[in-house]
T-cell receptor, first 112, second 111 residues
Framework: DAGITQSPRYKITETGRQVTLMCHQTWSHSYMFWYRQDLGHGLRLIYYSAAADITDKGEVPDGYVVSRSKTENFPLTLESATRSQTSVYFC???????????FGPGTRLLVL | GENVEQHPSTLSVQEGDSAVIKCTYSDSASNYFPWYKQELGKRPQLIIDIRSNVGEKKDQRIAVTLNKTAKHFSLHITETQPEDSAVYFCAASTGFQKLVFGTGTRLLVSP
C-alpha cells in the first residue's frame, strides 16, 4: 500500500478555482484510475489510463482533466471547481486492466 | 458492458454471527472477482479474490463462493467481530476490461 500515494490529503478550495490532485505509484503499474466516492454512490470511475499518454473517460468525467506524461504519475485537475465536486477522491493502480487494483489513501476535497 | 449488483446495502449482525453479502454480474465472460474492505476514513483494501476456475476460496474467517451458472458470488464472514464493521465492495472483470465495482455493503457488527 505504501507504493501509491496521493497529495494533498485534504484540500479546501472555492468555487471556480483550479485544483490539481496528485497521484504517484512506485510499482510501475501500467494502469491507473481516478474514482470519486460520495455517500450513496460507492466508487465512481472518473478517468483511467492504460499507459503514459493514454487516457480514457470513465462514467463521470465531466469537469475533470487528466494527464499522464510519466508512468508513475497521474494527476487529476478540476479546471473550475464546483460544489458538486466536493468528495473523496481515490487513485488506484493495477498491473493489467482487469486485475486487482491498489488504492491510494484518498484526498478529501471540499469546495466552498 | 459488465454490470455488478450488490445486496444488501446495509447489514447489521451481532458479534459472533455470520454475515453474507451477495453480488450478481451480467457478463458471463467475467473471470476475476475480488472483494474489498473499506474501514471508515480509510482506503478500500483487497481482502480476498476468486477466479472462475475455482468454486470457493477461504482465508481464516472469510470465504468467497462463486456460482458461474447463476452468475453470482458471495462473501461469507463467520464469527464476526466488531473490527469487521466496514463497507465491503465486490467487483468483477473479464480480464480484458477494467474492474466493475458493486455499490457497497455497510456491515455493522454490534458487541
Amino acid at each position: 500500500d505504501a507504493g501509491i500515494t496521493q497529495s494533498p490529503r485534504y484540500k479546501i478550495t472555492e468555487t471556480g478555482r483550479q485544483v490539481t490532485l496528485m497521484c504517484h505509484q512506485t510499482w510501475s503499474h501500467s494502469y491507473m484510475f481516478w474514482y470519486r466516492q460520495d455517500l450513496g454512490h460507492g466508487l465512481r470511475l472518473i478517468y483511467y489510463s492504460a499507459a503514459a499518454d493514454i487516457t480514457d473517460k470513465g462514467e463521470v468525467p465531466d469537469g475533470y482533466v487528466v494527464s499522464r506524461s510519466k508512468t508513475e504519475n497521474f494527476p487529476l485537475t478540476l479546471e473550475s471547481a464546483t460544489r458538486s465536486q466536493t468528495s473523496v477522491y481515490f487513485c488506484a493502480s493495477s498491473e493489467t486492466r482487469g486485475e486487482t487494483q491498489y488504492f491510494g489513501p484518498g484526498t478529501r476535497l471540499l469546495v466552498l | 458492458g459488465e454490470n455488478v449488483e450488490q445486496h444488501p446495502s446495509t447489514l447489521s449482525v451481532q458479534e459472533g454471527d455470520s454475515a453474507v453479502i451477495k453480488c450478481t454480474y451480467s457478463d458471463s465472460a467475467s473471470n476475476y472477482f475480488p472483494w474489498y474492505k473499506q474501514e471508515l476514513g480509510k482506503r478500500p483494501q483487497l481482502i480476498i479474490d476468486i477466479r472462475s476456475n475455482v468454486g470457493e476460496k477461504k482465508d481464516q474467517r472469510i470465504a468467497v463462493t462463486l456460482n458461474k451458472t447463476a452468475k453470482h458470488f458471495s462473501l461469507h464472514i463467520t464469527e464476526t467481530q466488531p473490527e469487521d464493521s466496514a463497507v465491503y465492495f465486490c467487483a468483477a472483470s473479464t480480464g480484458f476490461q477494467k474492474l466493475v465495482f458493486g455499490t457497497g455493503t455497510r456491515l455493522l457488527v454490534s458487541p
